[in-house]
């Protein structure tokens, strides 16, 4: 019997300005996640029912719905109750954190964002192994 690969993790990457899709599809395929991505609410919306994502990383500020919206809307499915949430935000005041936190998510990072941090909270979040030789903090 020939042992099989792993099984990749999926990450839905949800943020409306491009330069930050690119990154974080960057980032996230190097570290070999599979992605989707969607560019407002409604998408994210969509892409969580159809994709099934292990972690969505959610920017609050889109059009069409906030990530506020979608984030409460994730949490009302109970098909997508195991999915993570990671609010992203230029947003960084307390009320805001506490309102992403409070509807669901399961962290907040605010833009900008170190890599390293966020890369962190991720495999946190999905528990898969860290980098060969991580730097220490």
């Keep these: 019997m020939i042992p099989s690969e792993p099984v990749s993790r999926r990450i839905l990457i949800v943020d409306d300005e491009p330069n930050i899709v690119t990154s974080l599809e960057f980032l996230m395929r190097g570290s070999d996640y599979e992605v989707r991505v969607a560019r407002n609410g409604e998408e994210a919306l969509r892409g969580a029912e159809s994709f099934r994502p292990d972690l ?6 889109m059009p069409q719905r906030s990530g506020f919206e979608v ?3 994730i949490r009302e499915n109970p098909a997508l109750r195991d999915v993570k949430i990671v609010m992203l935000t230029a947003k960084g005041r307390e ?4 309102r992403g936190l409070d509807l669901g998510a399961n962290a907040y990072v605010t833009k900008p964002f170190s890599t390293k941090e966020l890369m962190s909270t991720v495999r946190s979040l999905l528990h898969t192994p860290d980098e060969p030789n991580p730097v220490r903090r």
């Excluded at 009320?95 to 506490?98: G, H």
């Design 56 to 61: 969505v990383l959610l920017d609050v500020m």
């Design 71 to 73: 984030c409460q809307k």
């Design 95 to 98: 009320l805001e954190k506490n």
